[in-house]
T-cell receptor, first 112, second 114 residues
Framework: DQQVKQNSPSLSVQEGRISILNCDYTNSMFDYFLWYKKYPAEGPTFLISISSIKDKNEDGRFTVFLNKSAKHLSLHIVPSQPGDSAVYFCAASGGTASKLTFGTGTRLQVTL | GAGVSQSPSNKVTEKGKDVELRCDPISGHTALYWYRQSLGQGLEFLIYFQGNSAPDKSGLPSDRFSAERTGGSVSTLTIQRTQQEDSAVYLC????????????FGSGTRLTVV
């Protein structure tokens, strides 16, 4: 039962353009959402988060949007840079859960 | 150390053998998590330790898997009688309590069962 879904396994975007990574969830108890970035042979690193009381959170080039009614969140990267090429994981937590539930990841390739 | 340290970074083992994976968390982090990532899958929760509380073992896939955390610091994940489906990258993370902002992952152990 995949409670957090990232339906696009890969995405290719030109440098300078916007990258949009999508994530859907099924568990209505989730109230905190995070995005992690992972380079090869490294562990995931925290990128940005949003709680369910907000619908948008911005940090520099990165913005996360949350649509609770659709159980959908997205990560926007503007402008995209070659160093953004990595695998991006969406994760969620909720209630008294002590763990994060992760999606399967989207591999972003930013081309010159 | 400054980060979460995992060893070994790579492990190849024969089917049926036991393996031990080690995680050294960030000093002062009371919460420690084990996840694994199989090919084409997301990060799958395995087990969670928080201070002196009983661990949350709800993610362990079978009784061949066990983990311990000694002295509230180093943790060892043991897989007995390894199977080919155990092949994955095993990731450890630590944080202060359940602070997901401070969830710091190690670089993982890539386990290959042949």
């Amino acid at each position: 039962d995949q409670q957090v879904k990232q339906n696009s396994p890969s995405l290719s975007v030109q440098e300078g353009r916007i990258s949009i990574l999508n994530c859907d969830y099924t568990n209505s108890m989730f109230d905190y959402f995070l995005w992690y970035k992972k380079y090869p042979a490294e562990g995931p690193t925290f990128l940005i988060s949003i709680s369910s009381i907000k619908d948008k959170n911005e940090d520099g080039r990165f913005t996360v949007f949350l649509n609770k009614s659709a159980k959908h969140l997205s990560l926007h990267i503007v402008p995209s840079q070659p160093g953004d090429s990595a695998v991006y994981f969406c994760a969620a937590s909720g209630g008294t859960a002590s763990k994060l539930t992760f999606g399967t990841g989207t591999r972003l390739q930013v081309t010159l | 150390g400054a980060g979460v340290s995992q060893s070994p970074s790579n492990k190849v083992t024969e089917k049926g053998k036991d393996v031990e994976l080690r995680c050294d968390p960030i000093s002062g982090h009371t919460a420690l998590y084990w996840y694994r990532q199989s090919l084409g899958q997301g990060l799958e929760f395995l087990i969670y330790f928080q201070g002196n509380s009983a661990p949350d073992k709800s993610g362990l896939p079978s009784d061949r898997f066990s983990a311990e955390r000694t002295g509230g610091s180093v943790s060892t994940l043991t897989i007995q009688r390894t199977q080919q489906e155990d092949s994955a990258v095993y990731l450890c993370a630590s944080s202060v309590d359940r602070d997901f902002y401070g969830y710091t992952f190690g670089s993982g152990t890539r386990l290959t069962v042949v």
